[in-house]
């Protein structure tokens, strides 16, 4: 039986504003709600190991989800961070904070990090997938159109792989392309599958 069945009797419920998350979600064919909005301060201690951070944050977003959960429902939270230098580069404040993140991405390699934690009412299933991301070296005037253009400030790392950076500026990946994206969808369908068993 295909997962997209078994889990009819299931209500996945996504807990999150990416519509990147939604998208892929919903290509690799599974049914979800998505939650109402709610707040989570995404803090984690400063002694944390980079790699580290996003399995805790995605637990953290899914004890702050402000619902019970019912007995048919799972809970789907995840974090992304890009990673350079042991350095977590967030989502840029503004412009001049996207342009510094990009020239410090250029010419060289990052990791990008996602944490997943699946939940129902009586179990907490969490696991993090890793990509290694190349860049090219970037011109100043490559940076500036992106920026410009595609304003990537909702972006971890100031960037979207399936953008016009992405196309022009990734010489290669090692890992999972939609985990750079910000779901590795399948790790997570693959988990779907084992926490429904």
């Not at 580290?52 to 974090?79: C, F, H, M, Q």
């Not at 404040?93 to 990008?112: K, N, T, Y």
């Amino acid at each position: 039986m295909l997962l997209h069945d078994t889990l009819k009797k299931y209500r996945l419920i996504l807990a999150s504003q990416s519509p990147r998350r939604r998208q892929l979600l919903s290509d690799c064919g599974l049914e979800y709600e998505l939650a109402e909005r709610y707040e989570v301060e995404e803090l984690f201690p400063a002694t944390m190991e980079a790699d580290e951070v996003p399995v805790y944050l995605s637990r953290l977003k899914s004890e702050g989800y402000p619902s019970e959960l019912a007995e048919n429902d799972i809970l789907l939270t995840a974090d992304t961070v890009v990673i350079i230098d042991n350095e977590i580069l967030g989502k840029p404040a503004d412009e001049a904070e996207a342009h510094a993140m990009l020239r410090q991405l250029s010419g060289r390699a990052h990791r990008v990090t996602t944490g997943v934690t699946l939940r129902s009412c009586d179990r907490t299933e969490s696991f993090a997938v890793q990509s290694d991301v190349y860049f090219r070296a970037l011109t100043d005037e490559e940076i500036d159109y992106y920026v410009e253009r595609f304003r990537p400030m909702d972006k971890a790392g100031s960037y979207g792989i399936q953008e016009w950076i992405g196309y022009v500026g990734i010489e290669r990946i090692d890992g999972s392309f939609y985990n750079v994206m910000g779901l590795p969808v399948q790790r997570v369908y693959a988990a779907l599958a084992e926490f429904v068993k």
